[in-house]
């Protein structure tokens, strides 16, 4: 395993621009892993397998230095070594070389929860949880189910569309602007945003601080505009939430955090598990079959490709020096909570490599652990079931085609981008 940088030089390596460059192909995976590789975005699987395997907690001095833990205990562990290991960085890539300063409370409130430690973490995610409640959630299932057909209605005629962009990408979005109390005409927006924040961004610091702030701006007039005249929707309720912890203290900027995260990461993680799982479905026929043959399989399957495809890693900040099973970790690193690696741990999932669709024992750990434990996975599911409920009965037979290459984003949110779909035109139209 390499040597580590301390906290000083990592801050002046952000501040470099040599620190984004690539760095040529990875020839060890075990000391120089790098999430932007091409492979590794394409099939991570049989890499993870590798690491696990030689080094369970590699490292590497790519983007300003990482870690990378691959088994299931040690990803469970390590989401548990709370102060040590903080959420207030919780992408691994370093800051843009320009992005302004921020102390460690306005790091905290960025996108709390997620990016909250105790205590602001409790409060904050207590503010969110009755809204995602299995319950709650149930009110977004008609509305759900009636965009799926009306993104069906508009291509089902061709016999062709892009399931990613057509259909995955267009879901999540909505359904949270709808959620949120906006504008679901900001879909496309937001897709946008969030690509340039999440996706593309890996690559593009200038063009990720650039959408991030216009992010912000958008949700802070949205708040402006309801300390000034209040709706019957969750934004306004945020705002206006007595939180009983003396601790709480609920300002308009913490609500733009927390509208932030509800934004970024309700969006880009769900149409990448849809379209994982469309993606899977129009590739092996026999799951697909399986599924049209016994449609009460589906909340089961849905499970397993939240674990064979776990689409999101964040990372942490550590606090302090801190050695983890062989590993020098020092205070300033970042770590990978590598959630996907831990899905396809043959410690706790029987052929992990393999997708077993009627899986019975399935403890994944697609929505994280720990604390900061996914908190919207119930609309997460729904979101997926209807999804995938309703494409099946609209287009029981399709499949992905060759007509353009597959595109695939990695990083810390893996999930189709491009994805060229067949099917006989004009079924159960
Ligand atoms: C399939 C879709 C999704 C997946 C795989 C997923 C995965 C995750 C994971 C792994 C975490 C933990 C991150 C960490 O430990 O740092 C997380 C946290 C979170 N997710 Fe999700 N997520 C999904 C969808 C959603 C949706 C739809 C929402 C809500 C709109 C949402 C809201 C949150 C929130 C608020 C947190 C922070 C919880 C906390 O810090 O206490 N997620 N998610």
């Known amino acids: ?38 492979g590794y975005i394409e099939d991570p699987v049989p890499i993870w397998a590798e690491m696990r395997d030689k080094c369970p907690v590699a490292h590497t001095d790519r983007l300003g230095g990482s870690w990378n833990p691959t088994r299931f205990d040690d990803v469970r562990e390590m989401a548990k070594m709370i102060p040590e290991l903080s959420s207030r960085q919780v992408l691994v890539m370093p800051p843009a070389p320009n992005a302004p300063e921020l102390s ?23 503010m969110l949880l009755p809204a995602f409640a299995p319950r709650a959630v149930t009110q977004y299932q008609d509305y759900t189910e009636g965009l799926c057909h009306e993104l069906i209605d508009g291509f089902i005629g061709a016999g062709r569309c892009d399931g990613a962009v057509d259909y995955s990408q267009q ?11 906006v504008d679901p005409g900001m879909a496309e927006q937001f897709v946008e945003w969030v690509n340039w924040v999440l996706g593309e961004g890996l690559h593009e610091p200038e063009k990720r601080l650039r959408a991030r702030d216009e992010l912000l701006e958008f949700i802070g007039k949205e708040v402006e505009l309801r300390l000034q005249d209040p709706q019957e929707d969750l934004l306004t309720e ?12 609920v300002t308009p900027e913490v609500v733009v955090g927390i509208t932030n995260l509800l934004i970024v990461a309700g969006i880009d993680t769900t149409w990448s598990s849809i379209g994982s799982a469309l993606w899977h479905l129009g590739t092996y026929p026999d799951d697909r079959r399986r599924l049209l043959e016994e ?19 964040m990372a942490r900040i550590a606090e ?11 205070r300033g690193d970042k770590i990978l909570m590598n959630f996907p690696a831990a899905c396809h741990d043959p410690e706790h999932f029987e052929n992990p490599d393999e997708f077993i669709i009627d899986r019975a024992r399935n403890r994944h750990v697609a929505f994280g652990s720990g604390i900061h434990r996914c908190a919207g996975s119930n609309l997460a599911r729904l979101e997926m079931n209807t999804a995938i409920r309703v494409w099946l009965e609209r287009i029981p037979e399709f499949e992905v085609s060759d007509r353009e290459p597959m595109k695939w984003a990695g990083g810390q949110v893996r999930g189709p981008r491009v994805m060229p779909m067949s099917f006989p035109p004009g079924q159960q139209q």
């Not at 952000?14 to 990875?26: F, H, N, R």
Request: charged share 30%.
């Open 295 to 313: 449609p009460e399989l589906l909340p089961i399957a849905t499970e397993e490709f939240l674990r064979y495809y776990a689409p999101v890693t």
């Open 104 to 126: 460690r409370y306005e790091q905290q409130i960025a996108a709390a929860p997620i990016t909250a430690d105790p205590p602001m973490h409790g409060w904050t995610r207590r």
């Open 171 to 181: 879901i999540p979005p909505r359904v949270i602007a709808h959620l949120i109390g």
């Open 320 to 330: 302090t020096d801190i050695d983890f099973k062989g590993a020098h970790i020092k």
């Open 238 to 249: 945020l705002l206006f939430m007595e939180v009983d912890d003396p601790e709480a203290n």
């Open 1 to 38: 395993m390499a040597e580590t940088h301390d906290m000083h030089e990592k801050m002046d390596l952000a501040t470099s621009p040599d620190i984004w460059e690539q760095g040529g192909p990875v020839e060890d995976w075990t000391t120089d892993y790098d999430i932007r590789d091409e």
